[in-house]
């Protein structure tokens, strides 16, 4: 059996890869399985990715000497032209040569567009399965859905799990929190872990980096107790130290030289809007997060549905993604990770409290 993870971005598709990697290698045995990790690029093909793959085994050649002297052990990589590798049954033959079982975790698969390529590794599942090839290929990437990374899957369906990985709970969260600072010998507040948990709307590197951090600030104020206002100076160190790319899509999305523009309030709205489990939501699940924020109850639709227009355009991003028809539009962040840095920067902005900050949970569509 193969495997397909796939997810939002940042809900942990590549730990669990690796982790799932680690699990499967045995090497205190010397008929284990090995395991062997590759990350693709936009610019790969499909001998690249095989490539890549095969470059990861260790190649163990005895050396003879001078009849003297015993024999020597030479180590290399298998490195392999990508034209030995253009077709399924190349790599099926290369990887039957191995002295090993394999895993195999192909990372960021999403980043593949050529479908000709995706359909050249479903064949190479399909092969594989077929000719009971002692090796477990594992794709990992981006997408709604099993066809958003490969259109050919229901031709390998009965060779193929489908993993989704999904933000996880608050209360998944809180554990995270609360295992670290055990490990660290700290002590925290009561409140803490589950403050943190709720900032993150499902996202586990949000969590890592606000624990830390928190932590950090209460060792830099000599204490070993973590409290509210050191998850106050975790947030505005992650906002100042977050990601480029995430500062730079925020800044365009807000961007308008027009005093007293509502930028800013409706895509926080849009963050805080209650969510199906696909990521989304309507017009009027905006409503309600932005008369919280404004502190304004006469604030309709109308007064917001040109900025929800503006977010879906070039010119600010994309920010958000628009689906359905007129009428039942519903829409989406296209960077589902923008959804904490919003609610975040927010709080560091003092449009919202902290505790306002964990409206639109995933699945919490009302």
């Not at 066809?147 to 999904?166: F, K, P, T």
């Not at 007064?303 to 958000?320: C, E, M, N, W, Y």
Request: charged share 25%.
């Amino acid at each position: 059996m193969h495997a397909v993870i796939f997810g939002d971005r940042g809900v942990g598709k590549t730990s669990i890869g690796l982790v799932t990697a680690a699990i499967a290698q045995d090497p205190s045995n010397k008929s284990g399985t090995r395991a062997l990790v590759a990350s693709c690029s936009s610019r790969d093909d499909f001998g690249s990715i095989w490539q890549t793959v095969f470059e990861q085994v260790i190649r163990v050649q005895q050396t003879i000497g001078f009849a003297s002297e015993p024999a020597l052990v030479s180590r290399g990589h298998l490195r392999l032209d990508p034209e030995h590798v253009q077709t399924p049954n190349s790599v099926r033959l290369i990887v039957d040569s191995l002295p090993n079982p394999a895993m195999i975790i192909i990372d960021e698969f999403d980043r593949i567009q050529d479908e000709g390529v995706r359909t050249l590794m479903a064949e190479t599942i399909k092969l594989f399965a077929d000719r009971n090839t002692e090796a477990t290929i594992v794709l990992v990437g981006v997408a709604d859905d099993v066809s958003g990374l490969m259109e050919a899957h229901r031709s390998i369906s009965r060779n193929l799990a489908e993993i989704q990985v999904d933000p996880l709970s608050e209360d998944q969260l809180a554990e995270i929190i609360t295992d670290g600072l055990k490990r660290s010998t700290m002590t925290w507040d009561e409140y803490v872990p589950n403050e943190i948990a709720k900032l993150c709307h499902g996202y586990p590197s949000y969590a890592h980096w606000i624990g830390r951090n928190a932590a950090r600030a209460a060792l830099y104020d000599r204490r070993d107790n973590v409290e509210r206002e050191d998850v106050k100076s975790a947030i505005v160190d992650m906002i100042g130290n977050s990601l480029q790319s995430l500062r730079s899509e925020y800044e365009r999305a807000v961007a308008s030289p027009q005093p007293g523009n509502l930028f800013r309030e409706v895509l926080l709205a849009c963050a805080l809007a209650p969510r199906d489990q696909l990521g989304r939501f309507a017009a009027a699940d905006v409503r309600g997060p932005l008369r919280m924020i404004t502190g304004r109850e006469d604030y309709d639709i109308t007064h917001f549905q040109s900025h929800l227009t503006k977010f879906i355009d070039s010119a600010r991003g994309p920010v958000l993604n628009r689906l359905g028809q007129r009428r039942s539009y519903r829409y989406r962040f296209v960077d589902p990770r923008m959804i904490p840095y919003v609610t975040l920067n927010g709080a560091t902005e003092g449009l919202i409290d902290l505790s306002d900050a964990s409206v639109g949970q995933p699945g919490n569509k009302r």
